[in-house]
């Protein structure tokens, strides 16, 4: 699905966090991974089959000849006092990245400590996830991957020929001057 443009790509994030749905709510509903759904929503719509762009429109109401109707949106809420939230998007500056055995990795800064305060990041305005977009497991502990299913927590969404360790680093660097702006 190589000829979907940015602002399409956007519209459809837009209309997703409008309906309050996660990214993970709505790769269930139309059957891909959260990943897959991130990266789509961040412009990269090679990455997502022209049939899954055609239900994630049908069931976000945005103007797109379908052939697919709408699934039931399953709901993962906070299920526990002690319920972690965190911003999906790897681009965020609330995700800081790493590199493991040449892995790039995202640790998520916890937001919204289960007490359902807060619906969006403080950071970039995305709706916060509460499950693992993998397992459905809730999450209580921080930390980069679940600890129920070992999937990551913030899909990687750069193109594979990015220089991971250069990319992390200079992610680090800049999120560190951001948040000393901010403090």
């Known amino acids: 699905m190589a000829n979907l ?30 990943s897959a759904l991130s990266m789509l929503e961040a412009g990269h719509a090679a990455k997502v089959a022209h049939e899954t762009v055609e239900k994630i429109a049908a069931l976000l109401e945005v103007p797109l000849e379908t052939a697919a109707a709408a699934a039931p949106v399953p709901s993962c809420g906070p299920t526990a006092a002690n319920t972690h939230a965190f911003c999906p998007h790897a681009d965020c500056f609330s995700n800081v ?21 807060a ?6 305005g995305e709706l916060l996830e509460r499950c693992c977009p993998h397992c459905g497991a809730p999450v209580v502990t921080a930390g980069a991957c679940c600890p129920a299913c070992g999937g990551e927590r913030v899909a990687n969404t ?10 992390a680093a200079q992610r680090r660097r800049a999120i560190a001057e951001w948040r000393s702006l901010i403090l």
Not at 11 to 26: H, N, P
Not at 119 to 124: S, T
């Open 5 to 34: 443009s940015i602002a399409f790509c956007r519209q459809l994030a837009r209309a997703r966090r409008a309906k309050g749905m996660t990214q993970s709510a709505l790769a269930d509903a139309v059957g891909c991974k959260q």
């Open 119 to 124: 619906a969006h990041c403080a950071v970039c």
């Open 97 to 117: 990245p790493y590199v493991v055995n040449g892995e790039l990795l995202f640790w998520p800064r916890p937001q919204a400590d289960g007490r359902a305060a």
């Open 158 to 167: 750069l193109p594979p020929e990015t220089d991971c360790e250069a990319w």
